[in-house]
Nanobody, 126 residues
Framework: QLQLVESGGGLVQPGGSLRLSCAAS????????FGWFRQVPGKEREGVSC????????TYADSVKGRFTIRRDNTKNTVYLDMNSLKPEDTAVYYC???????????????????WGQGTQVIVSS
């Protein structure tokens, strides 16, 4: 049974950095693409980034381009999101998601991803 477990969230000051991790188990996850989404109360879940099965292709939301980096280590079945220059508007619950295809979708939308983690809270505040 597939399980995605996020970790690495926490409280950080504006301008700081965090690394989120998503550990996948119970599935041949290295064949599939992964995405990171985030959600704040009262708003829809927003696509942040996606990485293809091999890691050769990545996509980012405009709001995080140049600040966030997605990468994966298929030997560890883990996907990472390195977040730098964090802003208060980055505050959200961050979710990892698996897509049942090797490539990322043209747009980062929830229906394109089939399995989700439980989320990890990121708070950017002074």
């Amino acid at each position: 049974q597939l399980q995605l477990v996020e970790s690495g969230g926490g409280l950080v000051q504006p301008g700081g950095s965090l690394r989120l991790s998503c550990a996948a188990s119970g599935y041949a996850s290295h064949y599939y693409s992964f995405g990171w989404f985030r959600q704040v109360p009262g708003k829809e879940r927003e696509g942040v980034s996606c990485i293809s099965d091999s890691g050769s292709n990545t996509t980012y939301a405009d709001s995080v381009k140049g600040r966030f980096t997605i990468r994966r280590d298929n030997t560890k079945n883990t996907v990472y999101l390195d977040m730098n220059s964090l802003k208060p508007e980055d505050t959200a619950v961050y979710y990892c998601a698996l897509r049942g295809f090797s490539s990322c979708p043209s747009t980062l939308r929830e229906p394109y991803f089939g399995a989700w983690g439980q989320g990890t809270q990121v708070i950017v505040s002074s």
